[in-house]
C-alpha cells in the first residue's frame, strides 16, 4: 500500500528540526511577496537554511509562489525562480499560468504544483495541467471525500489535499482593515501573520470567530473552524491520494508538532494494519481534541458536506 507524503508549514527555519522529528516528510514555505497565507516569512537565505536541514534528513522543501501577480511582479518572477532552482528546492506550487510559463524558460526541470485554490475540482482540470507541465494538482478545500477520491482515481497527476487545520474563505488584493483606518485619518501598517494574528471578525448569531489578516497579497478571513480528519483517512489512503497537508498557520510550534505526531501514527498504522487504526483512531481524535484551542472547534470540512460558510 502507497503511504501518502505528510506535508507541512512552518512558520520559521526552527521549526523545521523538530516537525521532522515528528514524522513529517515534505514542507511548504515562502516568502509573502509570492507565496499566499504563509504559515512564516522565509527569507532567500532561510530558504537555503531550509533546504540545506531537510535535504540532510531526505526531505522535501516546495516554494509557495501561488499569488495573484499584476504586472508590476512578472519582472521579479524569473530571478525568483532561478534562485529557487539554484537552491535545489523540490517543487514550486504556482495558481497563476505566468509562473508556469517563467519556469519553463529559467528553470525547465523544476517540478510544479498547480494550486489555484478554489477551482480545482475535477480531473479533466487537474490533467489540462498536468499535460501543461504541472506534476501535482492541489485540490479545493470545498470537495466531499467521493470526489476527492472521484479525481484521484482519474487524474493523470499527483493529488494534494488537506486533512488538517485552518482554510480561507474569503481574500481581496485590497488591504481593507488598512484602507478602513486611513480613512478613520488613523495609521496601520501591513504586518507579519504573527503581529495580526488576533483580528477576528465576529458573528455573534452563530458565535464564531473569522481570523483576519493582512499580507502583501490583501485581506485574508479564515474560517472559524479547523478541518480535523484524523479518524476518517482509510479511503483516502486506500485512494492513493498522494499528499496530506497539514496548515498550521497561526498555531504553535507545540501544536504543530504533537498534531504532527499524531497524524504520523494514524497513517503508519493503517498502512501496516488498518484494524489496529480502527482500534485506536477515536483515540487520536481525542488527543487533537484535547490540544485544540478552545475557540477553534474542529470539524471535518467538506468531506462530508457538513461545513457551511
Not at 133 to 149: F, H, P, Q, Y
Not at 276 to 290: D, R, T
Request: hydrophobic share 40%; proline share 4%.
Amino acid at each position: 500500500m502507497k503511504k501518502p507524503e505528510l506535508l507541512v508549514t512552518p512558520s520559521s527555519v526552527e521549526d523545521i528540526l523538530p516537525l521532522i522529528d515528528a514524522g513529517a516528510d515534505a514542507f511548504v514555505i515562502g516568502e509573502m511577496a509570492f507565496g499566499l497565507r504563509l504559515a512564516g516569512e522565509f527569507t532567500r537565505e532561510q530558504v537555503n537554511e531550509a533546504v540545506q536541514i531537510a535535504h540532510d534528513r531526505g526531505k522535501k522543501v516546495y516554494v509557495a509562489m501561488n499569488g495573484l501577480f499584476h504586472n508590476d511582479k512578472v519582472d521579479d518572477l524569473k530571478e525568483y525562480l532561478t534562485f529557487l532552482k539554484d537552491q535545489s528546492v523540490d517543487a514550486v506550487i504556482f495558481g497563476d499560468p505566468a509562473v508556469l510559463m517563467t519556469a519553463k524558460e529559467a528553470a525547465p526541470d523544476m517540478k510544479l504544483h498547480w494550486n489555484p485554490e478554489t477551482t480545482a475540482t475535477n480531473w479533466y482540470t487537474c490533467n489540462y495541467w498536468g499535460k501543461k507541465g504541472a506534476k501535482r494538482a492541489v485540490l479545493a478545500r470545498e470537495l466531499s471525500m467521493d470526489e476527492i477520491i472521484e479525481i484521484k482515481g482519474h487524474a493523470d497527476v499527483e493529488i494534494e489535499i488537506q486533512i488538517h487545520g485552518m482554510t480561507c474563505m474569503f481574500q481581496s488584493k485590497r488591504r481593507l482593515i488598512g484602507n478602513y483606518f486611513d480613512f478613520l485619518g488613523q495609521s496601520m501598517e501591513v504586518q507579519r501573520v504573527k503581529e495580526n494574528k488576533n483580528m477576528y471578525l465576529f458573528d455573534p448569531e452563530r458565535n464564531n470567530r473569522y481570523p483576519i489578516f493582512e499580507d502583501q497579497n490583501g485581506t485574508h478571513i479564515m474560517s472559524p473552524k479547523d478541518i480535523c480528519i484524523i479518524d476518517e483517512l482509510g479511503d483516502l489512503i486506500d485512494a492513493e491520494v498522494d499528499s496530506f497537508k497539514i496548515d498550521g498557520i497561526f498555531k504553535s510550534l507545540a501544536y504543530n508538532v504533537q498534531v504532527t505526531k499524531l497524524y504520523r501514527e494514524a497513517i503508519d498504522t493503517y498502512v501496516c494494519d488498518k484494524g489496529a487504526y480502527e482500534e485506536k483512531k477515536s483515540a487520536l481524535l481525542e488527543k487533537i481534541e484535547s490540544i485544540q484551542p478552545k475557540d477553534r472547534p474542529l470539524d471535518t470540512g467538506f468531506f462530508f458536506k457538513e461545513t457551511i460558510y
